[in-house]
């Protein structure tokens, strides 16, 4: 299950599940609500949360199966991956499920956490002092100079880049 971190300004302000995150910001934060930026915990991209009929008290209704959140989209294969996927049990979708979650469960890779990283930087610090150099730093994996550039930024800050470049890290360690 995704986690998503909540901001208001510098501030961490609020982190769980989507719906967490959204309770939390109408329960303590609903005037500044247009104001937080919130961040999905995987990825480091910005994500919008739809406000509209929560202050009724009801939930917006997610798209496709409503409790697997299952998304149907194309895949385009060649005939052998095709027929190697209807031997597989439970059918070309379960074989693919697997197959993702088994390469996810070996962890990110070293760039992948740089470039959530990256993005959240990006949508949250793009205008802090030493931003440009932390950049360099982070694609270097200059560890010192990165920790020297973002030294002053605001705490919460720096902890959650920290969390972005750990989370996953698994065992791999390769670009």
Known sequence: MTNYTAFLAHERVASGTRDEVQRQILSDFAEHKDAILVFDDETGRVTDLDFRGTMAGTTPQPVGRPKLGVQARE????????????????????????????????????????????????????????????????????????????????????????????????DQETK
């Open 75 to 170: 895949v385009t294969l060649l005939p052998r991956h095709w027929d190697w996927l209807s031997g597989q049990s439970g059918g070309a979708s379960a074989a693919l499920r697997r197959l993702v979650d088994a390469a996810r469960s070996q962890g990110r890779t070293v760039r992948e956490r740089q470039d959530a990283a990256y993005r959240f930087m990006q949508g949250l610090c793009g205008d802090m002092e030493g931003y440009e150099e932390a950049l360099r730093a982070l694609y270097r994996s200059d560890g010192t100079m990165f920790a020297s550039a973002i030294a002053h930024w605001p705490e919460d800050v720096r902890f959650y880049i920290n969390s972005l470049l750990r989370a996953g890290a698994g």
